[in-house]
């Protein structure tokens, strides 16, 4: 049977680049020796590290001053990395789930930390507006995708300091103005490639103004002069990335992926709307694109398991929700096909007409 892969992260991969990835795994680049196997020194390898920033480059239309980099390490580990280099004093956070709020607590052994507004209060199903951002912290953090929730910032913020801004679960989804961030960064492994590589997008000239001295792999100066070579990098994951960044290009870059998720995500919330079994988590308004959170309608609390099965039976995997929101939640990535998420539709759909 066809299945239908909605998993968190990591997840579905386009696949030519899952093709090309086994090729190369065979022989990289027609030298006969296989991508595993390969010395990250080895010329064609250079090539596959350019063109990789070279693509994000334009695909996001990065402007002149930033550079990409590659390293291990995941989202989390860039929680401490950002504080690390960019934290003097003070730094502004907004606390829109548990990702966020574990950055800001790596960023507390660093300085103060302040955290403009926080939707806690109603278990994260909505994004906070209204509040003020200081405007002497060193930078303010957002994360614009809520992987767990379902909530997403639509726009790029205006923020009087530089903007730093965890996009592990959005990147690649939708257009983004990176000239309005000082710093992008996440986990390759929910839309650009998978497990194992962390993109991070940074402006140079926000580096070398804290006065620490920084370990020499957690200084992103070490990497910006080292084309992210300084040491052996994540060298499989980045080709998964080359080829899936290709795949998106191929489409039509950003711009055709947006359009593609939109009309994903309507389709899904119209259903969840229309179905009367069915309910969404998130305000609708802050409802993300990318993760599609819903749990059964209050007189339907007992058919969860049920609705488990029947999905499962009919190819669906990862619909379920975190534990910490319960129900379900479809991850509608840049590579999960229109046709699966009508596969869901049709599904809840023939569940409810059960009952
Ligand atoms: C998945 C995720 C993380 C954690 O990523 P790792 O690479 O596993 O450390 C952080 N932030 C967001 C928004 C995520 O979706």
């Keep these: 049977m066809k299945k239908h892969i909605f998993n968190a992260g990591p997840c579905i991969l386009p696949q030519p680049a899952i093709e090309s990835a086994i090729a190369a795994i065979r022989d990289f680049d027609g030298t006969g020796v296989g991508v595993l196997e390969i010395s990250h020194r080895t010329p064609g390898w250079d090539r596959i590290m350019s ?17 990409v980099l590659f390293l291990g390490g995941g989202a989390s580990t860039q929680f401490c990395y950002v504080p690390f280099n960019l934290l003097g004093k003070k730094a502004a956070y907004l606390q829109t789930g548990v990702w966020a709020k574990k950055a800001a607590k790596e960023a507390k052994l660093f300085g103060e ?45 205006d923020s009087p300091v530089p903007l730093v801004a965890d996009m592990s679960s959005d990147i690649l989804s939708r257009p983004v103005d990176v000239s309005k961030y000082a710093l992008i ?15 991070v997008i940074v402006r140079e000239d926000i ?13 992103y100066r070490t990497h910006v002069n080292n084309s992210s070579m300084f040491n052996t990098p994540p060298v499989f994951a980045i080709y998964v990335m080359h080829e899936t960044l290709k795949w998106v290009k191929e489409l039509g870059g950003v711009e055709a992926m947006y359009k593609m998720n939109l009309a994903k995500a309507e389709l899904l919330y119209n259903e969840i709307d229309r179905n009367k079994m069915f309910v969404g988590t998130a305000r609708k308004e802050d409802r993300s694109i ?37 129900g379900f939640r479809a991850s509608i990535y840049n590579a999960c096909p229109l046709e699966s998420v009508q596969a869901l539709v049709d599904c809840m759909k023939e569940f409810e007409s059960n009952y």
């Excluded at 339907?300 to 619909?319: L, N, S």
Aim: aromatic share 12%; glycine share 10%.
């Design 51 to 67: 063109e990789t920033e070279q693509l994000w480059k334009e695909l996001l239309n990065i402007p002149e001053g930033y550079k």
């Design 113 to 157: 930390v302040e955290i403009v507004a926080s939707s806690e209060d109603a278990n994260y199903t909505y994004i906070p507006t209204g509040y003020t951002i200081p405007a002497d912290a060193d930078y303010f953090h957002i994360t614009t995708n809520n992987t767990i929730y379902g909530t997403e910032i639509h726009t790029d913020l």
């Design 185 to 199: 960064y996440g986990g390759a492994q929910k839309n650009v490639g998978p497990a194992g590589v962390t993109f």
């Design 207 to 219: 580096l070398g103004k804290v006065d620490r001295a920084i370990p020499t792999m957690i200084d």
């Design 290 to 326: 990318m993760n599609v959170c819903f749990v059964m309608a209050e007189e339907y609390k007992d058919k969860e398991a049920a609705f488990m099965e029947f999905a499962k039976e009919r190819g669906m995997v990862g619909i379920k929700g975190h534990r910490s929101v319960g």
